[in-house]
């Protein structure tokens, strides 16, 4: 069904502008062209959190809070391992899923920190790439309240990921 689902769809969505006598061709141009409006107003926020998360990756900056964390995370049950995981992932996606596959390949993927990990990974957002991209590009300035919302939701999903990673095992 799924091969066959995307056709279907495009067929259905051409058939009814046919119908309606929408000018195809012109309505996907001009949606092409906000495309890449929105994609030129999204980059260079793109770019500025992508170099601060390298920053503060390489600055050794994200272990340092890690450890610093670890005394206060093992009251909760959260492994020193994942908390550079809980401190990236409102920032970047990409990195922590990096670093999930590398407690996965270190501890191997049926271990409890692999699966506290993936359920941190799966049930969180990057809040702060989310305000900073998409708030940045609709020039959207006041987020504190956003920012609150998001991170409080964060916290909650990475304790709870706990619970859910216990009963797992």
């Known amino acids: 069904m799924a091969v066959w689902l995307m056709p279907v769809i495009i067929a259905a969505v051409i ?28 980059v260079p926020h793109l770019v500025i959190m992508m170099a601060a998360v390298a920053v503060f990756r390489a600055s050794g900056a994200a272990a340092e809070l890690a450890s610093w964390a670890a005394p206060v995370l093992s009251l909760f049950g959260i492994p020193a391992e994942v908390a550079p995981l809980a401190l990236i992932r409102p920032i970047s996606g990409s990195a922590t899923l990096a670093m999930l596959d590398q407690l996965m390949q270190e501890h191997g993927p049926d ?10 990974q799966g049930s969180t957002d990057t809040t702060l790439y ?3 991209v998409y708030f940045g590009a609709a020039g959207i300035k006041k987020t504190g309240d956003a920012l609150k919302i998001g991170l409080m939701a964060d ?9 859910a990673a216990s009963w797992l095992l």
Request: aromatic share 12%.
């Open 15 to 42: 058939a009814i502008g046919l119908y309606k006598k929408v000018n195809i061709y012109e309505t996907l141009t001009d949606g092409a062209k906000e495309g890449i409006q929105t994609w030129v107003a999204i």
């Open 111 to 120: 271990s409890y920190i692999a699966k506290l990990a993936a359920i941190m």
């Open 130 to 132: 989310v305000l900073a």
């Open 155 to 163: 916290a909650a999903a990475f304790l709870f990921s706990v619970i």
